[in-house]
């Protein structure tokens, strides 16, 4: 069974770069795209952006010009970073695989998600 | 961009009622539609793909379809362990920009 585990600091200071990281076990990282999605408090998902085991990457436009996103095959792990973050980037992260079968996208595996509170 | 509008954010059923959900898209996605379930401190779970397909392991009173722009999610029969937060994904965009509905609470009565 997959599993995805996020870690990072649960407190950021408002203007600086929020850091994640997404722990895979159970299978390999390198046959699927691996994403991050957050949830805002009291409001719905939002999709951040995947990226693949070659480093290919696709972002939300909304976020993109913050987003940096990177993948090492050799820990099984893919990392996140937001830069010049404010109070609006608070949220719930989650990490989750990206399954692409037939035309089909859907987030077959997730993490539980980890809270990040951007403070002032 | 494709927008996704979800109906009702909220809704409070008795067990053992049929309880539906409806995502509306500004455009025409096919049948390019997942559906997800919430439930606080616990993994999200992918309960349907492509509008109608039950993901494995996801109990068959779970069911979903349409096709264009008007899709339903349907639970044949509630239960007390599907108390949860319900989101509808769409991946119809060319650009693939995975957008999710506003989400449903569904509470038990």
């Known amino acids: 069974q997959v599993q995805l585990q996020e870690s990072g600091p649960g407190l950021v200071k408002s203007s600086e770069t929020l850091s994640l990281t997404c722990t895979v076990s159970g299978d390999s990282i390198s046959n699927y795209f691996w994403s991050w999605i957050r949830q805002s408090p009291g409001k719905g998902l939002e999709w951040i952006a995947y990226i693949y085991a070659s480093g290919m990457t696709h972002s939300n436009p909304s976020l993109e010009s913050r987003l940096t996103m990177s993948i090492d095959t050799s820990e099984n792990r893919f990392s996140l970073r937001l830069g010049s973050v404010t109070a609006a980037d608070t949220a719930i992260y989650f990490c989750?695989?990206?399954?692409?079968?037939?035309?089909?996208?859907?987030?077959?595996?997730w993490g539980r998600g980890t809270l990040v509170t951007v403070s002032s | 961009d494709i927008q996704i509008t979800q109906s009702p954010s909220s809704l409070s059923a008795s067990v053992g009622d049929r309880v539906t959900i409806t995502c509306q898209a500004s455009q025409d996605i096919s049948n390019s539609l997942n559906w997800y379930q919430l439930k606080p401190g616990v993994a999200p779970k992918l309960l349907l793909f492509a509008a109608s397909k039950l993901h494995t392991g996801v109990p068959s009173r779970f069911s979903g379809s349409g096709s264009g722009t008007d899709f339903t999610f349907t639970i044949s029969s509630l239960q007390p362990e599907d108390v949860a937060t319900y989101y509808c994904q769409e991946y119809g965009d060319r650009d693939v920009l995975l957008t999710f509905g506003g989400g449903t609470r569904v509470e038990i009565k």
């Open positions: 989750a695989r990206l399954t692409v079968m037939s035309g089909n996208y859907f987030f077959d595996f």
